[in-house]
């Protein structure tokens, strides 16, 4: 299968990602990565393991459709299977998610459906939850509303700041992203309503929540 991922930062997780086609963990190919953003450390990255890049910028069209238009052309010319949105900061509309329904996945770094949107790292910090975490979700229409794939938890400490969380956070991103893309490659998700099942792990150790062990606090 053809993976592209969307990105517009640094590409931490595309990092992960792309460590995992290498390690064998993910059986699937990193085919291109795309970005709105022209100086997006992830291009970088991907270019320095051979992966193809794709600058799109909004404003070189006239509309978002247009631009999706493209996205979509470049995207079905290299038979992308699986779109991984690894910190695009660009809502995808309709015309990328009719031609890819239930082949995008999103990472987020908060416990969905809590803190959707922007910072949720901070908007858990300062909502005073004590557990936050992350998700990895399909993508429809809504901001961060899609099933839900797979999460990860992990401790909200009294010390903690933005920064602190959001490494903590960090970690688990990279660990559950991979686990996420592989079920998928392998054909083991299955989207039934909002719930989205692992295929021959009927047990609670399917994958579908990981407890992040408790670190030692400093
Ligand atoms: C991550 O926190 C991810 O959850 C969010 O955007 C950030 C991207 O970080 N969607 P990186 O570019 O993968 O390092």
């Given at each position: 299968m053809n993976i592209a991922v969307l990105a517009s930062g640094r590409g931490t997780n595309l990092q992960a990602l792309i460590d995992a086609t290498e390690a064998g963990?993910?059986?699937?190919?990193?085919?291109l990565v795309v970005s709105d953003?022209?100086?997006?450390y992830a291009l970088q990255r991907a270019a320095r393991h051979g992966i193809e890049t794709r600058v799109l910028r909004?404003?070189?069209?006239?509309?978002r459709v247009r631009f999706e238009e493209e996205m979509v052309r470049v995207l079905r010319s290299r038979q992308v299977g699986l779109i991984c949105l690894a910190g695009f900061m660009r809502i995808l509309g309709s015309t990328v998610i009719e031609n890819f329904r239930g082949r995008i996945m999103n990472i987020h770094p908060?416990?969905?459906?809590?803190?959707?949107?922007?910072?949720g790292q901070r908007q858990a910090l300062e909502y005073g939850v004590k557990i936050s975490g992350c998700t990895v979700h399909f993508v429809d229409e809504?901001?961060?509303?899609?099933?839900?794939?797979i999460q990860a938890a992990v401790p909200v400490f009294s010390g903690d700041t933005e920064e602190s969380l959001s490494s903590r956070i960090l970690e688990q991103e990279h660990r559950i992203y991979p686990l996420a893309v592989q079920a998928f490659v392998e054909g083991r998700l299955k989207i039934e309503g909002r719930r989205v099942h692992f295929r021959g792990e009927e047990s609670?150790?399917?994958?579908?929540?990981v407890l992040s062990p408790v670190p030692q606090q400093p």
């Open positions: 963990k993910i059986s699937a190919r990193i085919v953003v022209e100086s997006a909004p404003k070189e069209f006239p509309d908060a416990l969905l459906p809590s803190f959707p949107g922007l910072h809504g901001v961060d509303t899609g099933p839900i794939i609670s150790r399917s994958g579908e929540v």
